[in-house]
Nanobody
Framework: VQLQASGGGLVQAGGSLRLSCAAS????????MGWFRKAPGKEREFVAA????????NFADSVKGRFTISRDNTKNTVNLQMNSLKPEDTATYYC?????????????????WGRGTQVTVSS
């Protein structure tokens, strides 16, 4: 599975960005897709995940109410809509694929990773 994330950029605090992840090499519709992020000096952390059906989602407490995750299985894509962005959201964002079906938050259960897209939120 190859994953390509896009949509990152520079935005002011309070603004919005929409990240997209395009998958190739395998149909991902039956599996969990997730987003993680890594800020300088910090470990990679879970942001959001969506189960195969799209009916189950999980979010990190730090982004609940601000971020939403969606998927289009016909296009093999997953999106992360980020609203009310804060400077602490600044990080490189990675999309990931897991054979697990239940929108897992556990990083070790993700099997394939994209290269990441940079999100910078200025204060």
């Amino acid at each position: 599975v190859q994953l390509q994330a896009s949509g990152g950029g520079l935005v002011q605090a309070g603004g919005s960005l929409r990240l997209s992840c395009a998958a190739s090499g395998r149909t991902v519709g039956r599996h969990t897709m997730g987003w993680f992020r890594k800020a300088p000096g910090k470990e990679r952390e879970f942001v959001a995940a969506i189960a195969s059906s799209g009916g189950v989602t999980n979010f990190a407490d730090s982004v609940k109410g601000r971020f939403t995750i969606s998927r289009d299985n016909t296009k093999n894509t997953v999106n992360l809509q980020m609203n009310s962005l804060k400077p602490e959201d600044t990080a490189t964002y990675y999309c990931a694929f897991s054979f697990v079906s239940g929108a897992t938050m556990r990083r070790e259960l993700y099997n394939f990773w994209g290269r990441g897209t940079q999100v910078t939120v200025s204060s």
